[in-house]
């Protein structure tokens, strides 16, 4: 599976964007997804999974009530939309797959990597 994952960018404090991970390769809809971030100086982190049919959803407690993951396994794609975006969420964004069960949080749990999407919010 290839991923690849856009729709970051710069945006302020308070503000809102919708990054979108497009799989290509294998069949998408076995695989749960899931979206991490790596800050600089910091490990990367669990944002956000979803499960294969989208019936099971998990978040960090950090992005809990503004970010929203879902899929459409018609188009391959998965998506991460983020409201109340704060300077906190600066990081670059990434999206993976893993042919798991459920909605796995750690980041060896998950077999396909993208390269990642930069997201900026100022203060």
């Known amino acids: 599976v290839q991923l690849q994952a856009s729709g970051g960018g710069l945006v302020q404090a308070g503000g809102s964007l919708g990054l979108s991970c497009a799989a290509s390769?294998?069949?998408?809809?076995?695989?749960?997804m899931g979206w991490f971030r790596q800050a600089p100086g910091k490990e990367r982190e669990f944002v956000a999974a979803?499960?294969?049919?989208?019936?099971?959803?998990s978040y960090a407690d950090s992005v809990k009530g503004r970010f929203t993951i879902s899929r459409d396994n018609t188009k391959n794609t998965v998506y991460l939309q983020m409201n109340s975006l704060k300077p906190e969420d600066t990081a670059v964004y990434y999206c993976?797959?893993?042919?798991?069960?459920?909605?796995?949080?750690?980041?060896?749990?998950?077999?396909?990597w993208g390269k990642g999407t930069q997201v900026t919010v100022s203060s």
């Open positions: 993976a797959a893993g042919a798991r069960f459920g909605t796995p949080k750690e980041s060896y749990e998950y077999d396909y």
């Open positions: 390769g294998r069949t998408f809809s076995p695989y749960v």
């Open positions: 979803i499960s294969w049919n989208g019936g099971r959803t």
